[in-house]
């Protein structure tokens, strides 16, 4: 972690159990996403994915499935569930920067929310970059709240009791599907954003602050973007971009957890700010001396299980009054 002194900004430390998994990371010695072809990227991200998470939880029904795209794309999901009662859902987007992660890398995330809120979750595998550059992964994203909007009952879901979250790059996703399901009148209770990426170009001062990580650097960042955007035009598209979305009145609630020694926290309180401004309700969450991932590190982190619980419960509240 590297602070710029002069911003004069107070030092943001990590906290020791953080400090720890960073440490352990950096004698790993093993090559940043960024130093890889994208295909390697995607599989390092998924082998690395589990190794500080905790145990899966087990749950009644887990089951892949497909959902038919505008291009008649098949996109893969998985449907959590606690139990076989029609149950209000989730729909999530995956982390990775558009470029890396799937359903199997988040499987454990979305046991947990789904176990400790006894709501459903659908994990939706949208196409990723290089080969699928922006705006597919939106598209995808769309698509498939859609279905589970207007199709969850086929799945046995109660489709009017709805939530949309993701984190990182899915975050962003799920606040596109917020604001398109408010265009579109269907039903959202809650838009749950786990560090989300919502600017055009990464130039807050946080990205100035934490350029060099911990493990989410200005290299990496410039990276995935460059696999996903077609021109820098894609860039100031509010569907990449949510911050410039021209208009946020009326969209769902949101819950958003950031982590504080993150290039993308300063985006997720500009968003918030947003959206508050606009009336709509948010509970912010800023977790402290933890670094952008850090959910998935339950095993290691207090944090991390505090968050998923934090997330859990905003999702009970919102779907079962």
């Known amino acids: ?3 710029n002194p002069s911003m004069n900004l107070p030092p943001h430390p990590l906290t020791a159990k953080m400090a720890s998994v960073v440490e ?3 004698r790993a010695g093993h090559p940043t996403l960024d130093q890889l072809s994208p295909d390697e990227a995607k599989a390092s991200y998924e082998k690395g994915a589990g190794v500080l998470e905790v145990p899966k939880p087990e749950l ?3 089951e892949d499935f497909n959902i038919a795209a505008r291009d008649g ?3 893969p999901a998985r449907l959590y569930a606690p139990s076989s009662d029609v149950l209000p859902v989730l729909v999530y987007f995956h982390g990775g920067g558009f470029t890396v992660g799937n359903i199997r890398t988040h499987d454990t995330l979305c046991r947990v929310l789904s176990s400790k809120s006894g709501c459903a979750v659908v994990s939706v595998d949208y196409r990723l970059a290089p080969a699928h550059k922006f705006p597919t992964a939106s598209d995808d994203a769309w698509d498939a709240f859609q279905f589970v909007a207007t199709q969850g009952a086929s799945l046995g879901l109660d489709g009017g009791r709805l939530a949309v979250g993701g984190d990182s ?16 009148g269907l039903p959202l209770a809650l838009q749950m954003l786990i ?3 919502m600017t055009a170009h990464q130039d807050t001062a946080s990205h100035q602050r934490f350029e060099h990580g911990p493990l989410l650097t200005k290299a990496m960042i410039d990276f995935f973007f460059a696999q996903y955007v077609r021109t820098p035009a894609d860039r100031d598209d509010w569907r990449f971009a949510p911050l410039l979305a021209d208009d946020v009145d009326g969209v769902a609630p949101a819950w958003i957890g950031l982590a504080e020694c993150d290039p993308v926290v300063d985006e997720g309180i500009a968003y918030a700010d947003k959206l508050r401004a606009a009336g709509v309700a948010v509970d912010l969450e800023i977790y402290r001396g933890v670094i952008h991932e850090f959910i998935k590190m339950g095993r290691a982190l207090p944090e991390a299980l505090q968050a998923q619980s934090d997330a859990a419960r ?4 919102a779907l079962t009054p």
């Open 1 to 3: 972690m590297t602070t």
């Open 24 to 26: 352990r990371m950096a």
């Open 60 to 62: 009644a029904r887990i």
């Open 73 to 75: 794309f098949a996109i």
């Open 169 to 184: 790059a899915g975050g962003t996703l799920a606040a596109v599907c917020a604001i398109m399901a408010r265009d579109a």
């Open 195 to 197: 560090y989300p990426g």
């Open 314 to 317: 905003a999702l009970k509240e």
